[in-house]
């Protein structure tokens, strides 16, 4: 049996990680600067997380959540903490399109509707729920029904103002658009989505599978704003490579007994992952170093010929071109060993650990201007 032909690869076979960079089977070191879609966090093979998940899985790994898991509690204590929502309650899944399901299913048990709100270029995920709300009818099956979701262009007041009614269950939107091109959310907009949620009865879900855990120099890149969502969904970024993904739900949501429930999420090896990412994140300071390395990069790259146009917060950064920039993205893979990603066309994506050092960024920079010195 061959693996499902659907992922067009490199062939590039890594065998060993550390840090920020990695090494194939032919002894060749990339600098990763992608983190395999923003999953890498907090750098790979990070000693401290190795060992804690190398503690709990000789003492136990898995079993289901009709017992007590200690160890999720701690997670959503620290969880909270960090990220400053300390009275939100914690539904632990497996990834962040699980999260966006189980954010809309909540939504809709809530207040009784159907109809939801999501942003031109959207992705949040490939299941029913979540690719229904996604913008790329490429990925959505006959089978997903989309009939209950309205597309409005993003950032736009005054298209969300025509849409809002008592009819709409919930405004889905990601704090920052990820394979839309690293789109920022406006500060404006989200306060003016919040108000008018809070008007209509409407759920606010702020997706941060992608633009959350620290990535953006806060927690979420929505605290810029000021603002509270009713609903966070989070993953990619929470396990630094293990499975895992949440949901973060406003105290207003009431539970009971089976209104939501996972077979896999909140598991004991998921658990040990997610808590090692946050003892990590707080113990180096990740969250400021995204921060400062993220603007260091931004201001640099304002000296760079050739760009049409540079996008994001913190270590999530889009970078335009003009031309396409798959010439681009393969010249710093195969000549320069370098990972990064895209979002279009023409748009660069970085997305690299939180723990970057200058070395790393200086590194991709001098590579760029030298790609750029001959493609432009």
Partial sequence: MQPFNVYPLYDIEPVKAQGSYLWDKNGDRYLDLYGGHAVISVGHTHPYYVEALTRQLSQIGFYSNSVQIPIQKELGQKLGELSGYPDYSLFLVNSGAEANEN???????????????????????????????TDNPAIAAPINDRSHVTFIPFNDIEALKAEMSEEICAVIVEGIQGVGGIQVTSTEFLQEARRLCDQFGSVLILDSVQCGYGRTGKFFSHQ???????????????????????????????????????????????????????????????????????????????????????????????????????????????????????????????????????????????????????SV
Avoid: W
């Fill in 224 to 374: 810029f704003a000021g603002i509270d969502p009713d609903v966070i969904t989070t993953a990619k970024g929470m396990g630094n490579g293990f499975p895992i993904g949440g949901v973060l739900i406003s105290p207003k949501f009431q539970a009971k007994f089976g209104m939501l429930g996972t077979t896999f999420g909140g598991n004991h090896l998921a658990c040990a992952a997610a808590v090692a990412v946050l003892d990590i994140m707080k113990n180096e300071s990740l969250i400021a170093n995204a921060e400062k390395q993220g603007a260091y990069l931004m201001e640099q790259l304002k000296g760079i010929n050739g760009i049409k146009e540079l996008r994001g917060r913190g270590l999530m950064i889009g970078i335009e071109f003009e031309q396409p920039v798959d010439k681009i993205r393969d010249s710093l893979l195969f000549e320069h060993k370098i990972f990064c990603g895209y979002a279009g066309k023409h748009t660069l994506r970085l997305l690299p650990s939180l723990a970057i050092g200058q070395a790393e960024s200086d590194q991709f920079l001098e590579a760029l201007e030298q790609v750029l010195a001959v």
């Fill in 103 to 133: 954010a809309l299913k909540l939504a809709s048990f809530y207040n009784g509707r159907k109809k939801v709100i999501a942003f031109k270029n959207s992705f949040h995920g490939r299941t029913a729920g979540a690719v229904a709300v």
